[in-house]
Every structure is written in C-alpha cells, then in structure tokens.
C-alpha cells in the first residue's frame, strides 16, 4: 500500500511538473515566439495563457514597448564642408518578433545593428544638407527623412523606427578654437573699427566745439568793443555837455582828478618837480588856504 503511495505520489509530482512547463503567461507589455529544438514554431503577440511542449519547446519572450538606442557619437561632415560632432538617439518597436529573432536574435544585437544603420542614415541625409538647415526649421523635416531612410533598413530586422532625434551637434574641438580665434579676431577687428569712428566723431565734435567757441568768442568781443565804444561815446557826450554848461567847473573837475592821481603816485618813490606859480597849481589858494582866481 505504501509502495503504490509512493509512486503515486511521483507519478502526480511528474505530472505537476509536465503541467508547469507545458503552459506560460504572456504580459500585456510583451510577445513571445515558441522554439521547438531551436527553430520557430508560433508566435504569441496577444496577452494570455498558453500551451507549449515541454521540453520540446521554450519560449522567448520580447518587449512590446518602445525600446531606446544610443548610437555612438560620430562626426558628420556637411555639403559645405562643416564638420558636426553629432550625438543622436531612437527609438524602436519589435513588430514582427519571427523576423527578428531570425535577424538578430536579443535586443543588445538589434541594438548594435540598429546603432550603425542610425549613423549611416545620418551621415547620408546631413552630408547633403548645410549647416544653416540643422540649425534651421528644416531640422524637422531632415529627422523624418532619416528615420524613413532607416526604417527601410529596419524592416528586415523585424523592428519598426518610432523617431530618431539629434541629441546634440558640436563643433568637433580643433574647429571649435579656429571658430572662436576666427570671431576674437572679427571682434577685435569690429572694435578698432569703432574705436576708429569714435576717434573721427570726437575730432569731429571738437572741431566744431572750437569753431563755435572762436565764434562766440569773437562775437562777444565784437559787442564788448561796440558797447565800450557805445560807452565811451557816451561818456565824451556826457563830458562834452557838462564842459558845455560849466567850462570853469570842468576845468575844476580835471585838475582835481589831476590832483588826486598825483598825490596817489607820489606817494611811492616818484619825485615831481613844478613850479609854483604853473598853471597846475592855479585852484591852490594863497597861504590862507582860499581859492586862487584863475583871472588872478
């Protein structure tokens, strides 16, 4: 009895076993393809149980999402002769996962193989662009363009290109120190340039600056010699008039101007000799200090 137990008791076990490895589940994120002894049987894209041999039969499983590739970074060079350092990247989808595992097998391969198609395509579609369409609106246009020339090539792997973007596009370093000694140079020249204007507009303005103080300047001399003389004309008109009213006064008046300008310069180390009886001590009176009679 406990011998027929036993074997029983292996016979499920075996079954247990038999039963785990005839069926597998396949996600909703996934696709799976049978292999029998290493060739494909069937394939599975929609989710669910399934059946398969066991032993017979294994099961791989591939991504249904969108998978990334990084392609190495390559230099490029355009139909004007540009050099770009371009680093692009993508993405893909295994849509016919038969074709692909007899393409390329594992994703790291499709990877790989997807990667030097990519800077083929690149280096095709940007050497018969410019620099001025990268860095321009057709940008888009050049994108799509690559991925249709890669999708061609796609196909046959059993993948399908989603987009294919260029992550950044440098100068390579050597024509990055040309460029920026080329624009410190354009610069430098630009600043002498201007330098030079400024030197030629400040000339100019001084020049003009002088011009119109030698005008102003001679101007207001001119008027300062018109009213002098205006003044003075003035003065001799004042004087005439009062000469004319008083001459005995205005004679009075001179010598004691006269008087007074002598006292002023006498005072110093001058030393004037006149006689007493001259005319220029006519006013002085006697000794008893009146005014002497000019008649007299």
């Avoid at 398969?52 to 591939?62: D, G, L, M, Q």
């Avoid at 390559?74 to 371009?86: F, H, N």
């Amino acid at each position: 009895m406990n011998r027929t137990l036993a074997i029983f008791g292996v016979i499920v076990v075996i079954i247990g076993i038999v039963l785990s490895q005839s069926f597998f589940i396949v996600d909703e994120t996934e696709q799976a393809l049978v292999v029998r002894f290493g060739q494909p049987v069937r394939e599975i894209r929609e989710p669910g149980l399934n059946f398969k041999i066991p032993v017979a039969e294994n099961t791989i499983y591939y991504e249904r999402r969108a998978l990334d590739v990084d392609p190495p970074r390559q230099q490029v060079i355009l139909s004007d002769q540009k050099r770009l350092d371009v680093d692009s990247y993508a993405r893909y989808k295994i849509i016919d996962p038969l074709q692909f595992f007899r393409a390329v097998r594992t994703e790291r391969e499709a990877s790989s193989r997807l990667s030097v198609v990519i800077n083929s395509s690149l280096r095709q579609v940007l050497g018969n662009k410019t620099l001025i369409d990268v860095l321009s609106e057709q940008r888009g246009q050049i994108m799509t363009d690559i991925r249709a020339e890669v999708n061609d090539s796609a196909k046959r792997f059993g993948m399908e290109l989603i987009e294919v973007r260029i992550r950044r596009a440098d100068y390579p370093d050597a024509t990055k120190q040309n460029i920026f000694d080329r624009m410190t140079s354009e610069r430098e020249r630009e600043a002498r340039e201007f330098r030079a204007q400024g030197n030629e507009q400040a000339q100019k303005i001084r020049a003009d600056a002088d011009k119109q103080r030698t005008v102003i300047v001679a101007e207001a001399q001119k008027e300062a010699e018109t009213l002098r003389g205006e003044g003075d004309g003035q003065a001799i008109k004042i004087y005439a008039d009062a000469f004319g009213r008083d001459p005995e006064f205005f004679s009075f008046y001179r010598s004691m101007q006269a008087y007074r300008k002598m006292v002023n310069e006498g005072s110093g180390d001058t030393t004037m000799v006149l006689s007493p009886d001259s005319d220029f001590f006519r006013y002085f009176n006697s000794i008893s200090g009146g005014v002497a009679n000019p008649g007299q």
